[in-house]
């Protein structure tokens, strides 16, 4: 398996623009995560889904953040309008389960200028 | 509320140099415990985890972590390191909240091997 594929693995973008970053979970796998990790505040969950469907969504910051998960090897979490706040390495994870630990992909680190 | 702490945020080795990184949880119920290692501009590999049976768990790359109850410590430890194992360490508890179980991550601890 390739493992959880996230694209791009880089973005910049200039304020007040959309960005959508993208994850291909593992095959098989039910859950998936969306997180942020940044140096001030480390990494923070901020949504995951079960079969498709939100399950915990106390994450998102804000209502400029949304994600979606339209089908099991598909998932989506956009910006809109981005902030230069929002600069940060997002990472998709997923798992077989919600207990037994995650596969991480490698992250799209956004720069919001 | 649960929570998991990084006593250390870096620790500086020597090569061939015995380290401990430690990692303290809060909770008074069972819990499932994690070691993750994140290589720069990469995502977080798991090393270990422990669910159950054996206190000690023994992971990839010649990591071991060993599970303290009565301590509430999950100390990740490796008898010889390598400039191959510098990176950022996570530790971390999986822990039921109100719509199942999710990991809840330490602050990190950055490993730095010297020569």
């Known amino acids: 398996d390739a493992g959880v594929i996230q694209s791009p693995r880089h973005e910049v973008t200039e304020m007040g623009q959309e960005v959508t970053l993208r994850c291909k979970p593992i095959s098989g796998h039910d859950y998936l995560f969306w997180y942020r990790q940044t140096m001030m505040r480390g990494l923070e969950l901020l949504i995951y889904?079960?079969?498709?469907?939100?399950?915990?969504d106390s994450g998102m910051p804000e209502d400029r953040f949304s994600a979606k998960m339209p089908n099991a090897s598909f998932s989506t979490l956009k910006i809109q309008p981005s902030e230069p706040r929002d600069s940060a390495v997002y990472f998709c994870?997923?798992?077989?389960?919600?207990?037994?630990?995650?596969?991480f992909g490698s992250g799209t680190r956004l720069t919001v200028v | 509320a649960q929570s998991v702490t990084q006593l250390d945020s870096q620790v500086p080795v020597f090569e061939e140099a015995p380290v401990e990184l430690r990692c303290n949880y809060s909770s008074s119920v069972s819990v499932y415990l994690f070691w993750y290692v994140q290589y720069p501009n990469q995502g977080l590999q798991l090393l270990l985890k422990y669910l159950s049976g054996s206190t000690l768990v023994k992971g990839i790359n010649g990591f071991e972590a060993e599970f303290n109850k009565s301590q509430t410590s999950f100390h990740l430890r490796k008898p010889s390191v390598h400039i191959s194992d510098t990176a950022e360490y996570f530790c971390?508890?999986?822990?039921?909240?109100?719509?199942?179980?999710?990991?809840?991550f330490g602050a990190g601890t950055i490993l730095r091997v010297k020569s």
């Open positions: 971390a508890v999986s822990k039921l909240w109100e719509y199942g179980n999710k990991l809840v």
């Open positions: 889904f079960n079969n498709n469907v939100p399950i915990d």
């Open positions: 994870a997923s798992s077989e389960t919600d207990n037994y630990g995650y596969t």
